[in-house]
């Protein structure tokens, strides 16, 4: 008799499903250490695909595409905003005064002081010691009557104080007409530009006002056309308003910039509908206005030639 049995072998269908169930679903790892090495996965044999490495990136590249991501904008010297000061702060903020300001207020006060100290003598005849402040303002206005009286600048007749000295080209109506309508086209480009998105506008702006913002863009050779007033305040000495006048038109010609004298300071506000007076406007683009532009350099030419003219030693 054989010791395998049949008996064994019959069991109930509910158990024989059960069974066939559970070989087919998903084997339980025994989680007992003795059986650990018994269901470890087999090694994957490696590939070429395996030791390709994507290259990386350089800091050139990351600059590149961090840069892409944001709006490009140019950050310059009037657009950009100092990180906020620790400590106390006013409520009214102090106005900084610029070099240029503080020369041109100087000589104001000391003209002012000049007119006065003439008209004391013939009112006070009976100080015989005048006050030190009087002595002072006399001693400095000495220093700059001296200062002046070293190099005497020849003035010709056709110039004024409506016409300065500097101005080195002729106001004719036609080149007056031809900076109002510039000006009036370019400032009419960048209120529409402001309209549509101020930020990109003030990134990339037509044209800017004043000394100081000309001085700025010529320095980074953004400027196309500068116009200045013919009736600029006299202001001499170091780092005054004439010498500043001066290197603004040096600058001017190292970088081949053309620059005119159209208008005085009231037309040029009035061209560009301020109230204060203006004394010089830097063009930075002049897109959709380049006929005017074109006639306007033209004009220029002949206006020097006429002054040239007139200011000829005969």
Do not use: W
Not at 21 to 29: L, P, R, V
Not at 157 to 167: G, K, L, V, W
Not at 171 to 194: E, S, V, W, Y
């Amino acid at each position: 008799m054989s010791r395998n049995s049949e008996k064994i072998n019959l069991i109930d269908e509910r158990t024989y499903k059960k069974l066939q169930e559970k070989d087919n679903g998903a084997k339980i790892t025994p989680r007992s250490a003795k059986y650990k090495n018994q269901h470890r996965k087999a090694e994957q044999q490696p590939t070429l695909l395996d030791f390709v490495v994507k290259p990386r990136q350089t800091q050139r590249q990351i600059k590149a595409r961090k840069l892409r991501k944001r709006p490009h904008l140019t950050i310059t010297r009037c657009s950009y905003v100092a990180p906020k000061a620790k400590g106390k702060t006013r409520l009214v903020p102090k106005k900084k005064v610029t070099r240029l300001k503080k020369s041109i207020r100087r000589f104001r006060t000391l003209k002012r002081a000049d007119g006065e100290t003439e008209e004391i003598p013939q009112e006070d005849h009976s100080e015989e010691y005048p006050s030190v402040e009087l002595q002072l303002q006399k001693l400095s206005l000495d220093e700059i009557t001296k200062e002046a009286s070293v190099e005497p600048k020849k003035v010709h007749s056709i110039h004024s104080r409506r016409f300065r000295s500097y101005c080195d080209n002729c106001t004719r109506p036609r080149l007056k007409q031809l900076a109002i309508q510039l000006l009036k086209d370019l400032d009419r480009f960048q209120k529409r530009a402001f309209a549509k998105n101020e930020i990109k506008a003030r990134a990339h702006p037509r044209l800017v006002l004043g000394i100081r913002e000309a001085l700025a863009r010529l320095r980074i050779r953004k400027v196309r056309l500068l116009l200045m007033a013919t009736d600029c305040e006299i202001c001499p000495g170091e780092s005054g308003l004439d010498e500043t006048i001066e290197n603004l038109k040096e600058l001017c010609q190292q970088q081949r910039v053309p620059y005119c004298f159209p208008l005085a300071r009231r037309e040029l506000s009035y061209a560009l509908q301020k109230r204060a007076q203006i004394s010089c406007v830097a063009v930075l683009d002049y897109d959709g206005a380049q006929e005017v532009y074109s006639d306007l350099l033209g004009e220029l030419e002949a206006a020097r030639e006429e002054y040239k003219r007139l200011t000829a030693v005969s």
